[in-house]
């Protein structure tokens, strides 16, 4: 017989409550593959389901820079499914039929209704305007998109990661990492990702 101590228990417990967690990231053509990629990464790393939906169907989705990427699933398979996160990466072409999409706008506002978290980078933040998705609130963007958000939202220009309530918002391929580790914090834990960055051999306080 093997006899389990409590620490063992509170570490396989702690664990399962990571796994418990669960990300939705949306995948449309056009999408910025570095931002992709890493959040989806960064996510499964920090212990939580991560779900890649593409828009469209479930075929490989060619990203900004050519890169194809296979999807788990369509993104009408999962719309009515719950998910702790949604996760929308930035790019102008993903962003554009992201805006464009009803789907989308939904699936938005059922995770804005619930408390759901709802986090975007780069061109991203647009889909938000376009849905009328958290209005009033603080964020950031890719600077260029900008003059899309100013009079919806209060812009903020100098942070990398901006945090309003259940929104998460960031700038670019370069903030990727910061972006998907403040995600993962939300759901894992500060503990959690502060490993998973040491792992990353990247600063994260």
């Known amino acids: 017989m093997v006899f389990v101590g409590f620490p063992a228990i509170s570490r396989h417990f702690c664990k399962f409550l990571n796994m418990s967690k669960s990300a939705l990231v949306i995948l449309a053509p056009g999408a910025e593959e570095m931002e992709f990629i890493i959040a989806a990464d960064v996510l499964r ?50 962003s554009n039929a992201m805006a464009e999409s009803t789907v989308v706008g939904e699936i938005l506002k059922s995770q804005e209704s619930s408390g759901g978290l709802i986090a975007a980078i780069c061109a991203a933040p647009t889909v938000l305007a376009k849905h009328g998705i958290a209005s009033g609130k603080s964020l950031t963007s890719y600077p260029s998109m900008k003059p899309q958000l100013a009079d919806q939202y209060s812009y903020v220009d100098d942070k990398s990661v901006v945090k309003d309530g259940n929104l998460i918002t960031s700038r670019g391929p370069g903030t990727a990492y910061e972006f998907a580790l403040k995600i993962a914090e939300e759901l894992a834990g500060k503990e959690k990702v502060q490993e998973v960055a040491k792992g990353l051999l990247v600063a994260y306080n």
């Open 45 to 94: 790393r920090a212990g939580i389901k991560v779900t890649v939906a593409g828009l469209n169907d479930a075929e490989p989705v060619k990203c900004s820079r050519d890169v194809q990427i296979l999807p788990d699933t369509s993104l009408a398979k999962v719309s009515s499914d719950k998910f702790d996160v949604v996760v929308l990466p930035g790019g102008l072409g993903g």
